[in-house]
């Protein structure tokens, strides 16, 4: 049973840094490209970033330059670090694992998912 767990979400304050780790079971980690999704109120799911099994690493234009994504295979764990952040940034985050070549923008292309962690920046 494959199983993906976020965590390190929070309530921080504009321009403050976060970092999520999301740890896999149940799947020959290091096969898989690994992603990360959010979702505000009220908005579609919206890719963040992700890391390929062939170490490549893809971001939006809407967070490219503060956020970093890295993985670990022996510890079958990524991760989510989360510079100057803003209010814009707020929305659960979801880790997701899927696919054996390349990667997708689009949340049916990962077979995976973990239940998500609530970031929330505000004042």
């Known amino acids: 049973q494959v199983q993906l767990v976020e965590t390190g979400g929070g309530l921080v304050q504009p321009g403050a840094s976060l970092k999520l780790s999301c740890a896999a079971s149940?799947?020959?980690?290091?096969?898989?490209?690994v992603a990360w999704f959010r979702q505000a109120p009220g908005k579609e799911f919206e890719f963040v970033a992700a890391f390929t099994q062939s170490d490549t690493k893809h971001y939006a234009d809407s967070i490219k330059g503060r956020f970093t994504v890295s993985r670990d295979n022996s510890k079958a764990s990524m991760f989510l670090q989360m510079d100057s952040l803003r209010q814009g940034d707020t929305a659960v985050y979801y880790c997701?694992?899927?696919?054996?070549?390349?990667?997708?923008?689009?949340?049916?292309?990962?077979?995976?998912w973990g239940q998500g962690t609530q970031v929330t920046v505000s004042s």
């Open positions: 997701a694992a899927g696919g054996l070549y390349g990667y997708s923008t689009s949340r049916a292309w990962y077979m995976y």
């Open positions: 149940g799947l020959t980690y290091d096969r898989y490209t």
